[in-house]
């Protein structure tokens, strides 16, 4: 295993399907559709009897359900069976560079690679190279823990983001990636779009991405002198997950003598993931809005007047007010109905970071106070819909500003919860390539 230690970041052994009809072996992220049994049945029925990452995952969806030990261990088992059976390829020392256009007509491009976990930090205000993007539910992890403490393989839906305006790391890589032929290319189940992937393993390649890594860390030193090489955008309670089990099976290995040398070389301590480049055209930000409920408007108004020093306009239209809002990162918008009439209120304030990382916490203040309620949304027309109903207020937040991303994070740390959706629940990652984890470990 080729490790970059400086970066955090090593080239993982990956196994991949026999098989490589993707269609049926590659399912979507396990913390998507988790009110949605119907998709998952949908799922299912594309699967069929053929080999799947739906056999190695438990869907959300079923965290509560009676028979969650029961799917566990059968994921187990079937993990042990298609290490055995023939279900994979050998393994390959490389990464994984891949093109990844959805159904809404966007191509991503994403780097498959592993991270060292002790680079990684989940914990507000840390000033590891890994961070995490948004706040973390503690309480998230422990059944999560049960799904990969001792699993015997892993394979990814978290992604990482890289702050690499200047393209030297994902997209520089597919372009020498891209010299040799595909290693599979294949559409994606339910309309979802379609992938290919190309190996990152010559010598030239690997030496080429680690000088990337370290040109990106040179250009993302903070003030304090820390380095911000990555930021978790999608997968944070998995990758926190991953953390807690690593750690705890560390202090065991420890505690019956292994080095720390030697446990450098444990595929526990490393996590697949996927890094996007931050300013990939095919990656879209969408804001998550917020709605109250049972809340006074013009309490709400004075609050962010007095707050955030945000002056307050009248618009005439759900139109005016949704252009207004897209103008400038730093303005909201609140909608609401009073005597049967529509209102909407564009809101000006000054403030420089992501205005989610503001506002939220002035919110939960709000809430407190109040006795309202709040609900996260997405998309506009949800907003105005629900600013028409009665006892609602929705808030309409601005496009999320992808330059000013990290630097809020490095300054203030994580996001507040629900801060901002990485394109639509279709367009997230998909399960498929793997790695063995703790298969051979005791």
């Known amino acids: 295993m080729k490790r970059f230690e400086d970066c955090g970041v090593c080239v993982p052994e990956l196994l991949l399907p026999a098989q490589k009809k993707l269609s049926s072996w590659s399912v979507i992220a396990c913390d998507q559709y988790t009110q949605d049994s119907e998709y998952w049945n949908k799922v299912a029925d594309c699967v069929a009897d053929r080999p799947s990452t739906l056999n190695l995952i438990l869907p959300e969806l079923y965290l509560q359900s009676p028979d969650c030990e029961e799917r566990i261990q059968k994921i187990r088992s079937t993990m042990n069976q298609y290490l055995s059976d023939g279900t994979f390829d050998s393994p390959a020392e490389e990464c994984m560079y891949i093109e990844r256009t959805t159904g809404y007509g966007r191509t991503r491009k994403g780097l498959v690679c592993a991270i060292d976990l002790d680079s990684y930090e989940w914990k507000s205000g840390n000033k590891a190279l890994i961070r995490a993007s948004e706040a973390t539910i503690v309480e998230r ?44 290319d294949d559409d994606l189940m339910l309309s979802s779009g379609h992938i290919t992937g190309w190996a990152v393993k010559n010598q030239s390649d690997v030496d080429a991405l680690h000088d990337s890594l370290c040109a990106l860390k040179k250009q993302n030193v903070q003030g304090d002198g820390s380095v911000f090489l990555f930021a978790v955008g999608d997968g ?162 601005p496009p999320v500003d992808k330059a000013s991303f990290f630097t809020t994070i490095a300054k203030s740390g994580s996001l507040p919860r629900k801060s901002f959706s990485m394109g639509e629940a279709s367009e997230k990652r998909f399960y498929l390539e793997c790695r063995k984890l703790f298969a051979g470990e005791n």
């Open 236 to 397: 944070n309670h998995s990758l926190a997950t991953a953390k807690a089990v690593w750690d705890e099976y560390k202090t065991k290995k420890l505690a019956q003598g292994a080095t720390e040398a030697s446990l450098a070389e444990c595929p526990v301590r490393y996590a697949l993931v996927e890094i996007v480049n931050i300013y990939d055209e095919g990656l879209t930000f969408e804001p998550i809005h917020r709605v109250l409920f049972d809340a006074s408007a013009d309490a709400l108004v004075s609050f962010f007047n007095r707050e955030l020093n945000a002056s307050a306009s009248t618009l005439n239209s759900e139109k005016e007010l949704e252009n207004a809002v897209k103008k400038s990162s730093s303005d909201f918008g609140i909608v609401y109905t009073e005597n049967s009439s529509s209102k909407y209120v564009l809101l000006k304030t000054d403030v420089r970071e992501l205005l989610v990382s503001r506002m939220q916490p002035l919110l939960d203040s709000f809430i407190k106070e109040s006795g309202a309620s709040i609900d996260y949304i997405h998309g506009s027309d949800e907003v105005f819909r629900l600013g028409k109903k009665e006892n609602a207020l929705s808030i309409l937040l």
């Open 141 to 184: 992890i422990p059944p999560r823990k049960k799904i990969r403490d001792g699993a015997p393989l892993e394979s990814p839906h978290i992604m990482l983001l890289v702050n690499d305006p200047n393209r030297l790391l994902v997209e520089a890589c597919g372009k020498r990636a891209k010299k040799s032929k595909p290693v599979y």
